[in-house]
């Protein structure tokens, strides 16, 4: 599991706009993380998809789409947490 970033507010009902770990690339392991990767909370729940990636390179924002089936109380609880991807 590797960190992703942290929320840093809701955009609409359910998107989520998530402002990036730094990615360095001079390792392999700093590389941005890819469209339509599920993201998680830390408690291993699957919340949405990455849909969009924009930003600066090393401190890029995301823009991850909620599941349906989660309710928005659970959204808002998940601002200022950190946000994974496997």
Same mark, same amino acid.
């Not at 599991?1 to 609409?12: D, Q």
């Not at 990636?53 to 349906?68: D, E």
């Not at 959204?75 to 994974?84: H, K, T, W």
């Given at each position: 599991?590797? #960190?992703?970033? =942290? $929320?840093?507010? #809701? /955009?609409?009902s359910?998107?989520?706009?998530?402002? &990036?770990?730094?990615?360095? /690339?001079?390792? *392999? /392991? &700093?590389? @941005? !993380?890819?469209? +339509?990767? $599920?993201?998680?909370?830390? *408690?291993?729940?699957? @919340?949405? =998809?990455?849909?969009n @990636?924009?930003? !600066? $390179? +090393?401190? !890029?924002?995301?823009?991850?789409? &909620? %599941?349906?089936r @989660?309710?928005?109380?659970? %959204? #808002? &609880?998940?601002?200022?947490? #950190?946000?994974?991807?496997?």
């Open positions: 599991m590797k #960190r992703l970033g =942290t $929320v840093l507010h #809701r /955009s609409g359910k998107n989520l706009v998530i402002r &990036g770990d730094e990615f360095k /690339s001079e390792n *392999a /392991s &700093g590389k @941005i !993380p890819r469209l +339509n990767l $599920v993201v998680m909370d830390k *408690a291993l729940n699957q @919340i949405g =998809t990455i849909v @990636i924009f930003g !600066p $390179v +090393n401190h !890029p924002y995301f823009l991850v789409k &909620g %599941f349906k @989660i309710p928005d109380s659970e %959204f #808002r &609880g998940l601002v200022n947490e #950190r946000i994974y991807v496997r």
